[in-house]
């Protein structure tokens, strides 16, 4: 089993930056697929991103393409998210989530651990 413990969010205004920090603990971190997802008040848990054990492949939700990137240390057992040009509607709680699964997947229900989510809101 792992733990997932996640860092960085905050308040910044629109146009600026975060970056986001998961680590992990337990478990073996290279045998998870990574993943980032948000949920804003009232609306569902969204895909943002993912990449895969060795961090060479990666893939985003088409509202944050060009905006932000998710990236990995497997010698700190770390996923990063580094946001830029945040706008308000990016606003949300932000989770990490481990994969055990083969296939790349965007769905919530595919993600075996998840963290406790960090708060991003993004003032305009």
């Known amino acids: 089993q792992v733990q997932l413990v996640e860092s960085g969010g905050g308040l910044v205004q629109a146009g600026g930056s975060l970056r986001l920090s998961c680590a992990a603990n337990?478990?073996?971190?290279?045998?998870?697929?990574m993943g980032w997802f948000r949920q804003a008040p009232g609306k569902e848990r969204d895909f943002v991103a993912t990449?895969?054990?060795?961090?060479?492949?990666?893939y985003y939700a088409d509202s944050v393409k060009g905006r932000f990137t998710i990236s990995r240390d497997n010698a700190k057992n770390t996923v990063y998210l580094q946001m830029n040009t945040l706008k308000p509607e990016d606003t949300a709680v932000y989770y990490c989530?481990?994969?055990?699964?083969?296939?790349?997947?965007?769905?919530?229900?595919?993600?075996?651990?998840w963290g406790q989510g960090t708060q991003v809101t993004v003032s305009s």
């Open positions: 990449i895969s054990r060795s961090g060479g492949s990666t």
């Open positions: 337990g478990g073996t971190f290279t045998d998870y697929r």
């Open positions: 989530a481990a994969d055990l699964g083969v296939v790349r997947s965007t769905r919530p229900d595919r993600y075996d651990y």
